[in-house]
């Protein structure tokens, strides 16, 4: 199977734009995470969701935001960018099913590294 | 909520000798417990796992102890090689529902020919 893709990997932004990131899970996964890696703050969680369902948020601005499609596909969005935005934004996908919040196994993309200016 | 605190931040041992992290947990209805290794410019990769109804796993080289009274769990890497060099991090499960992995800040090891 293949891995969890994301797009773009590289993106240069300057303050006070939008940026759109795009997951695809591993086929069968209908779990997407987001999560904000930088250096000082490690891994945070940003949201998942779950059959076009945010399930959980995390401890983040309004300016985030995502959906995920029907094929499990997941965007996040930041709007109105701040320098403290640049990060690695990760993806993460789980095969759960059953909607039954049981822990199952991540996996992870490749990111995508955002740089504000 | 839930907080994971990770300890050492850095490890550097001898190619051979053994390494341990350890992590600690502030929800007791934490139930699921992974470790993640990431290599400069890459993805994390998950590497072993264990549930709250285990008290240790073992891969290879590899083990994991989960102590749920202490709210610790450990990662054990024996035998360590050059190629174990990376940042490794733990991570506990939110069971407030949905998928919700809080992170450890991560430790670098390094391991010295």
């Known amino acids: 199977k293949a891995g969890v893709t994301q797009t773009p990997r590289y993106l240069i932004k300057t303050r006070g734009q939008q940026v759109t990131l795009s997951c695809s899970p591993i086929s069968g996964h209908r779990s997407v995470s987001w999560y904000q890696q930088t250096p000082g703050q490690g891994l945070q969680f940003l949201f998942e969701y779950f059959s076009e369902t945010q399930r959980n948020k995390g401890n983040f601005p309004g300016r985030f935001s995502g959906r995920q499609f029907s094929n499990s596909r997941s965007e996040m969005n930041v709007s109105t960018l701040e320098l403290g935005d640049s990060a690695l934004y990760l993806c993460?996908?789980?095969?759960?099913?059953?909607?039954?919040?049981?822990?199952?196994?991540?996996?992870f993309g490749p990111g995508t590294r955002l740089t504000v200016t | 909520g839930e907080n994971v605190e990770q300890h050492p931040s850095t490890l550097s041992v001898q190619e051979g000798d053994s390494a341990v992290i350890k992590c600690t947990y502030s929800d007791s209805a934490s139930n699921y417990f992974p470790w993640y290794k990431q290599e400069l410019g890459k993805r994390p990769q998950l590497i072993i796992d264990i549930r709250s109804n285990v008290g240790e796993k073992k891969d290879q080289r590899i083990a994991v102890t989960l102590n749920k009274t202490a709210k610790h769990f450990s990662l054990h890497i024996t035998e360590t090689q050059p190629e174990d060099s990376a940042v490794y991090f733990c991570a506990a499960y939110y069971t407030g529902g949905g998928n919700k992995l809080t992170f450890g800040t991560g430790t670098q090891l390094k391991v010295e020919l």
């Open positions: 993460a996908s789980s095969r759960e099913t059953s909607g039954m919040a049981v822990a199952y196994e991540q996996y």
